[in-house]
């Protein structure tokens, strides 16, 4: 236990580091595989211009960088802060298995960070949500997928191992 709490008193420390140069919110994020960290990084939605920006996605994609695939199984995540839906999702689209985090949904709520009507709009129906949302030209769009499924499995694992 003692060296999960030495990676999430990193994250915690990114979360207020990130606060004296208001880059983003106070957020931080470290992966961790085989004891060793691939990334550590704050919420950088500020200074980027980039409402993606959150420190789990920030540290999701230098730690895939690192390794030079996109694939993060066996990877361990310390936030400071349970994760929004966005960076939920990309947790999963990674297959990193396990997450340790400091704050709750609560807690950030409180502090001005709440993603309740996401997970709201979530749960809708895509005609019943707030945002518009239209299908169109799917004739045309769906020849992408065509071609995906005819080159068949050899393409995905080398897309999912990073080797394309």
């Known amino acids: 236990m003692e060296e999960h709490k030495k990676f999430m008193q990193k994250a ?3 979360s207020e580091d990130n606060l004296k140069s208001m880059n983003g919110g106070p957020f931080g994020c470290v992966i961790v595989r085989d004891g060793k960290i ?10 980027d211009c980039d409402p993606t920006a959150h420190a789990e996605i920030n540290a999701i994609r230098a730690a895939s960088k690192k390794i030079g695939k996109a694939d993060l199984s066996g ?3 310390y936030t400071s802060a349970e994760p ?8 999963y689209w990674s ?6 985090y ?20 979530l749960q809708k129906k895509i005609e019943d949500q707030d945002i518009a949302f239209q299908r169109i030209s799917a ?18 694992e080398k897309i999912k191992d990073g080797s394309m």
């Open 84 to 91: 929004c839906p966005m960076c939920l999702s990309a947790i």
């Open 12 to 14: 915690i420390s990114l």
């Open 102 to 121: 400091g704050n709750t949904k609560r807690d950030a709520e409180w502090a001005g960070f709440g993603d309740q009507f996401i997970m709201e709009q």
């Open 38 to 47: 691939l990334s550590a990084e704050a919420n950088s939605v500020t200074q």
């Open 95 to 100: 297959n990193i298995g396990q997450v340790y």
């Open 75 to 77: 990877c361990i995540m």
């Open 139 to 156: 004739s045309e769009a769906i020849k992408a997928f065509e071609k995906w499924v005819e080159a068949g499995s050899g393409v995905k």
